[in-house]
């Protein structure tokens, strides 16, 4: 029978641990950290004796790449295939010298966001913490292998399919196992998790390393929020900045606010008034994202016009703005077109 623990779950203690109760020195996890994560730079192979050991006590397995898409942007999407045949896709976005690779956290989700591809498809199961790992390991080898890029280590974004939050002990375990020094040795302002606004999620913050944070926030008014993501009348507004404004932020640390753009929605001048309001003595950040469409969503993209009226609106009123452009949504790979 294959092993169900996945050798990618273990964090270095645990590693020790287990070579420890197998009569071997904890000395060689730091070679088998940096076999697992370092594939090209290891210094010293594995040897057969141990492989053999860790292969019979765990998966060694990295997600398949089922399908792979480029975009004429650069932006790669993979099909990731998992041990029981799901799957989920993970994309790499060029973004100046450097990629950032955008991991999902669930097979689907369960938040039902109206203008979201991935809420219709519900949730199917939460991913566990190796196979998040595991789509950072085969994205980025993929960028060396396939493309040639002997690139920066690429960022992350938590904010491919699914709700980190709901699934928010796998996301910190990964969170933690990639920032082993032996490993991957990310930092934590290289990673940004998203958020629909899942309190019992937001809750545990404070718990996380010191990675970006970003609310989806996409109106400051909660019957339209509630329209746009349904959480939101168990978990309104003043609940979710109850929270936010007890996280322990860095000093030059800001809240990323996702603001979904929609044509004659939540693009008047009664949503910048509003927003000026909830934002503006917050170290906050507005991230405008114009609504991307898919195959049957029913809302509208606003013009390019539209979309920079709208900034300018905000940055009038002190507010921290930027638009996020649009990437690889010829290959459906933009936020909210992602479904396996
Ligand atoms: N579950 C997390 C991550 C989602 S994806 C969250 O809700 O924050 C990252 C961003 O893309 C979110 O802000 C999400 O609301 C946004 N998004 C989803 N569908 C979109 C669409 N069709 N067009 C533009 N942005 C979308």
Redesign the pocket.
């Known amino acids: 029978m294959t092993p169900v623990k996945s050798i990618y779950e273990l964090s270095i203690e645990e590693l020790k641990a287990f070579l420890n109760a197998n009569n071997l020195s904890p000395d060689l996890s730091s070679t088998i950290f940096r076999n697992l994560y370092k594939k090209n730079k290891h210094e010293q192979p594995i040897s057969k004796k141990i492989m053999s050991l860790l292969g019979k006590n765990f998966s060694l397995t990295l997600p398949k790449i089922a399908l792979v898409s480029k975009s004429d942007d650069g932006t790669v999407k993979f099909l990731m295939e998992f041990n029981d045949g799901k799957s989920v896709e993970t994309v790499l976005i060029p973004f100046h010298k450097r990629f950032t690779v955008c991991l999902s956290s669930q097979v689907g989700?369960a938040?039902k966001?109206s203008?979201?591809?991935t809420g219709t498809m519900g949730l199917s199961r939460h991913l566990k913490s190796s196979e998040i790992i595991g789509q950072f390991i085969v994205a980025a080898n993929y960028l060396e292998e396939e493309l040639g890029m002997k690139t920066m280590q690429p960022n992350i974004v938590f904010?491919g399919q699914?709700?980190?939050l709901h699934n928010s002990d796998e996301v910190l375990k990964a969170i933690e196992v990639m920032m082993e020094p032996l490993g991957l040795c990310m930092g934590p302002r290289q990673m940004t998790l998203?958020?629909?606004g899942y309190l019992p999620g937001i809750k545990k913050l404070n718990n996380f390393p010191k990675i970006n944070i970003?609310l989806?926030l996409?109106s400051p008014f909660n019957d339209i929020r509630k329209e746009l993501i349904p959480i939101n009348q168990h978990f309104p507004l003043e609940d979710i900045f109850r929270e936010l404004d007890g996280l322990d932020l860095m000093k030059r640390q800001f809240i990323v606010y996702?603001y979904?753009l929609i044509d004659g929605l939540n693009d008047r001048l009664e949503d910048a008034n509003e927003l000026e309001k909830l934002l503006g003595d917050r170290k906050a950040a507005i991230n405008i994202?114009p609504?991307?469409p898919?195959p049957g969503s029913k809302y509208k993209r606003p013009s390019e016009e539209k979309v920079e009226l709208f900034k300018e609106m905000l940055v009038e009123r002190k507010l921290r703005t930027m638009i996020r452009t649009t990437k690889g949504s010829d290959i459906l790979a933009a936020?909210?077109?992602l479904k396996s």
């Open positions: 989700c938040m966001c203008f979201c591809y904010m699914g709700e980190p998203s958020t629909a970003a989806s996409h996702e979904l994202i609504f991307n898919f936020c909210g077109q």
